[in-house]
């Protein structure tokens, strides 16, 4: 698997706008069933011994890339596909049965905090991920009231 078949799996930053309350289940589900074959084969191809090389050459591919965007575009690029490895990418490898993956989270993550120590991200499960949203407005957490309404109108529907 070359780094820029891996790359399109943090390139595809439409997922970003599904990372709610509401959506971001099936749209996990949907970026797990779309790139996980793609990561088990390239981890076990890489094995124990080939995750640095996989790592660096994956996070080469991704800098390749916020160089070839405009001087004004590459924060933005680079925040995103931040976004990506942290709310799906990560998730989805430590999810995954084979113990190389999370091995290769892991390795990405030191990788990541290598070349940029002033961005240093953390990886977390999807279930740990999926408890943390909450409902605030103006930094009043309203989540117990958001839960009534829609208990409600579930019940309205029957």
Sequence with gaps: MSPEQLA???????????FDRRT??????EYTDRFAPMYLEAVRSAGE????PLAEAL???????W????????????????QMIVTYLSPMLVGLEEPLCTAFAKVMRDTWGVRRPKDPYRIASYQKLSKGFR????????????????????????
């Design 8 to 18: 399109a799996a943090i390139r595809e930053t439409d997922y970003l706008k599904r």
């Design 24 to 29: 971001y289940s099936k749209a996990f589900q």
């Design 59 to 65: 996070i080469d591919e991704l800098e390749n890339g």
């Design 135 to 158: 409902d605030v407005i103006m930094g009043i957490d309203v989540t117990d009231f958001m839960r009534r309404r829609e208990k409600e109108a579930e019940e309205e529907e029957f």
């Design 49 to 52: 011994a080939g995750m640095v």
């Design 67 to 82: 160089r070839r965007q405009k001087f004004w575009n590459r924060s933005a690029v680079q925040v995103n596909e931040k």
